[in-house]
């Protein structure tokens, strides 16, 4: 009687204990956001054994409060921004840059009317008469207004670029993923030949007392890096934009980004895209035989759904 009491209490245990291993780790984020950055948050965890559901969180319109909505009750558990000192300081930073620093790379929106007060412009110091209108909570702003550029903050940018034709604005300063959303106004142009550049850094928070969700997302990173994935899905998102926007063939307007905390990880050069050279995280263009860390077989095994499915 005791020994099957025993076997019972075993059983039930061993039981809860495989139930708590497999059961859904819930993670909160914000709707509507980039499909590119919810996708690397799930290969970024999939490299533990339990499954990721993510549950999309609504009514967060800023990144203000969505940092102040992290890791509360009714919140979030993961939020994604541009870095800076002071970001730093309100949440915990995973400190790997998500698009390898292309929100540094800003196209100039300008007045289509206008295309010729800008053929002369060779350094940024030529920028400083110029009025730029930025985002309220974007922290680019404050890498434009402490280099000395003239800063006007809105709410909107499709009435940014309404400020623009209306000459209330000099320039729109867009990072190069966001500008294909305005390419059809044509009350306003790319400037087709400048670039103003300057390193940043986009990261995934956390609350500063999460250190368990923190520690998984760096892991599952890092090991992203290491084996190629994390390249396949930056290249499955981003190559053709790149490919197509020439970046290496624009004149490049280099500003210093004062923000950036001193942990920036500037120096591996693996994280961060560069126009005209080839930067792989892996050196896989060494290895286009199909092996191990080739990108050519990387989809297969980079999926997320398939890494759960092989560590049930």
């Not at 980039?34 to 999939?46: C, D, F, G, T, W």
């Not at 490299?47 to 993510?54: I, K, T």
């Not at 919140?75 to 730093?88: K, L, M, N, P, Q």
């Amino acid at each position: 009687m005791h020994r099957f009491l025993l076997a019972l209490i075993l059983s039930i245990s061993f039981s809860s204990a495989a139930y708590t291993v497999r059961a859904p780790l819930e993670i909160r984020v914000t709707s509507g956001a980039n499909p590119y950055v919810l996708q690397l948050i799930e290969l970024a965890l999939s490299y533990q054994p339990r499954p990721v559901s993510l549950k999309t969180v609504a009514g967060i319109p800023t990144q203000t409060r969505a940092v102040r909505l992290l890791g509360k009750q009714s919140g979030i558990d993961v939020f994604w921004s541009v870095t800076s000192e002071e970001r730093e300081q309100q949440a915990l930073p995973i400190r790997i840059p998500l698009v390898k620093g292309l929100l540094g790379y800003r196209i100039l929106f300008i007045d289509a009317n206008r295309s010729a007060e800008f053929t002369h412009i060779k350094h940024w110091g030529q920028l400083k008469p110029l009025l730029f209108g930025l985002r309220h909570d974007w922290p680019d702003r404050a890498v434009f207004e402490r280099n000395g550029l003239q800063v006007v903050a809105f709410h909107d940018t499709q009435k940014a670029m309404t400020m623009l034709s209306n000459r209330r604005l000099d320039v729109v300063p867009l990072d190069i993923l966001a500008a294909e959303d305005f390419s059809a106004r044509t009350d306003v142009m790319v400037q087709p030949h400048l670039l103003i550049t300057y390193p940043s850094a986009v990261y995934l928070f956390v609350d500063k007392n999460n250190i368990q969700l923190h520690t998984l997302l760096e892991s599952g990173l890092e090991q992203a890096i290491a084996d190629g994935c994390f390249e396949w899905l930056f290249r499955s998102h981003f190559a053709k934009k790149l490919e197509q926007l020439e970046l290496a063939a624009r004149m490049r307007l280099t500003l210093p980004n004062p923000t950036l905390s001193a942990e920036t990880p500037l120096s591996r050069s693996e994280l961060w895209y560069q126009p005209g050279k080839y930067n792989d995280n892996n050196n896989t263009q060494h290895k286009s035989s199909g092996g191990p860390g080739s990108l050519v077989n990387a989809h297969a095994r980079c999926l997320p759904v398939d890494r759960q499915a092989s560590t049930d």
